[in-house]
């Protein structure tokens, strides 16, 4: 059972996050052959003031 982990900065519509599900599943079913029933794809949001990018909080350079 393939099982996709997907960290992203928080914001993202309902609508993205589902076509993000969509479409990691229909990769890993491509690339590896497994049924598209059995693979998981968990998306975690952080907030930007959690997200750290070259020393400074995503939120700071305005993502």
Known sequence: MPFAQIHMIS???EEQKRAVIE???QALHEAVGAPKETIRVWIQEVPSTNWGIAG???KDLGR
């Open 11 to 13: 914001g993202r519509t």
């Open 56 to 58: 400074q909080t995503a």
């Open 23 to 25: 479409k990691v599943t």
